[in-house]
């Protein structure tokens, strides 16, 4: 009996260390999208909230941290690794809320930590000074290149799409290659429908016809001006032509759900952000 309640003792103080011990331990990353339990702005569009950040030269960004089903109310504590890459200005009311200013030169890298020191969860995620989108308007693809692509989640045409496009410091996507054309295809994708690329229909000026009011039709430069090396127009594209009329001709590029390229006139649609 003395050795059974010996056992039963032993066995309850190996289980209070265990609990004890893993209780005292602060979760790191571990390979885990959400950080040991610890998210980042987090939204609908990025559940597990983001693992990497991306700040504007000499631009300041918001961050909001949440804890996965805490046990109890968080408490947070933000730290940087580099202090002359970014610095950091908590929320003097609330904890879960740290203003993140980009004081280093562009393309420089540290590391953000965040610890809810109530619920010992930790995240630690990279932080690059670098041009990016307002993710209010923007939903990241991803990169090729050193060049960064960006899903709009607004609808515009054509022409104010690329206005937007340039007010975020890049260009409606351009396309030199198959890799490239495959990276724009994926946010065609996301968008369930076609997206405008960075290209146009341009009159040649220099080419009129006898009578001075037929001009060529051309498709050979982007937006930046780059020439058009590469091409991937789907069959039959571009015909230019419209059943609306002379008015409402098919006079912009968007990429169908082939990845394919046809005209299309000025109509709505969600675009591609290309940032070099």
């Keep these: 009996m003395k050795s059974i309640r010996f056992c039963l003792i ?21 390979g885990n999208k959400t950080g040991g339990n610890i998210t980042v702005n987090q939204t609908d569009d990025n559940p597990y909230g983001l693992d990497s950040l991306y700040v504007s030269p000499n631009d300041t960004m918001l961050l909001k941290a949440a804890t996965v089903a805490p046990q109890k109310s968080p408490e947070y504590e933000w730290t940087v690794a580099e202090g002359s890459v970014i610095q950091l200005l908590p929320d003097a009311g609330d904890s879960s809320k740290v203003a993140v200013v980009a004081v280093g030169d562009s393309g420089a890298t540290t590391t953000i930590t965040v610890k809810d020191l109530a619920n010992n969860q930790q995240k630690t995620f990279k932080a690059k000074i670098a041009i990016w989108a307002n993710m209010e308007q923007f939903r990241y693809i991803g990169s090729l290149n050193g060049h960064h692509y960006f899903l709009s989640k607004y609808i515009a045409g054509w022409a104010p799409a690329e206005t937007t496009c340039e007010d975020s410091h890049g260009h409606l996507a351009t396309i030199s290659s198959v890799e490239e054309n495959n990276i724009v295809k994926q946010a065609q994708t996301a968008a369930g429908d076609s997206v405008w690329i960075g290209l146009r229909f341009q009159w040649n000026v220099n080419d009129r016809s006898a009578a001075g009011k037929k001009l060529d039709k051309l498709w050979t430069e982007w937006v930046t001006g780059e020439k058009v090396t590469y091409k991937n127009w789907s069959s039959s594209q571009p015909d230019f032509n419209s059943p609306d009329g002379a008015w409402d001709l098919k006079l912009f590029a968007c990429m169908n759900a082939t990845g394919k390229w046809v005209d299309e006139r000025q109509t709505s649609k969600l675009y591609v952000l290309e940032i070099p």
Aim: charged share 15%; proline share 0%.
């Design 10 to 30: 032993l066995g309850l103080v190996t289980l209070s260390i265990f609990f004890c011990s893993k209780k005292n331990n602060v979760t790191g990353n571990d």
